[in-house]
């Protein structure tokens, strides 16, 4: 019997865009050492954090040298216009606070259907959540949005 648990990459440093590429793409496709060339193309010379922390030009570049197109989705438009059914997935930063709220930092997790099963792919989550369906996923960012109206959400589909 077939394995039916999606691949779950689990966070380290801090990686999250490293490892929401790879979760997204239910595989590990990329390291660090792949995301830090991209990043090294996108801008030549500039400073890299070397404990990950990639943002979303390296990320969409990324996710597009594997054949997909990176979108952004208008958060100020409904849940119900978010297309999930015909994309890949979603890949979704939101603030975070750190080290005792004393600055804001941001963080990349991905969501995406796995065996006719929505699962929220969060590298910081023990284990891959699932959602009952397609909206309990918009309901979920609702919330998100309504509680952190900087998320950003970004959908994945097949390149034409």
Not at 72 to 98: H, I, K, W
Not at 129 to 145: G, H, M
């Amino acid at each position: 019997m077939a394995d039916d648990r999606p691949f779950h990459e689990r966070q380290q440093y801090m990686r999250c865009g490293l490892h929401a590429a790879n979760n997204l793409l239910q595989r590990r496709v990329f390291s660090s050492a792949d995301l830090d060339a991209v990043a090294a193309d996108i801008s030549p010379g500039s400073w890299r954090n070397p404990l990950g922390n990639y943002d979303v030009q390296v990320l969409s570049v990324a996710l597009q040298r594997q054949g997909f197109e990176v979108s952004y989705f208008d958060v100020r438009r409904p849940m119900e216009a978010l297309p999930l059914e015909t994309s890949v997935g979603l890949v979704c930063n939101v603030p975070q606070s750190s080290l005792l709220g004393l600055w804001q930092s941001r963080h990349w997790f991905t969501i995406r259907k796995v065996h006719d099963t929505y699962y929220n792919l969060d590298s910081k989550l023990a284990t891959a959540l699932p959602f009952n369906d397609a909206a309990a996923v918009r309901t979920y960012l609702a919330k998100s949005l309504a509680e952190q109206p900087t998320t950003t959400i970004l959908v994945v589909t097949q390149a034409s």
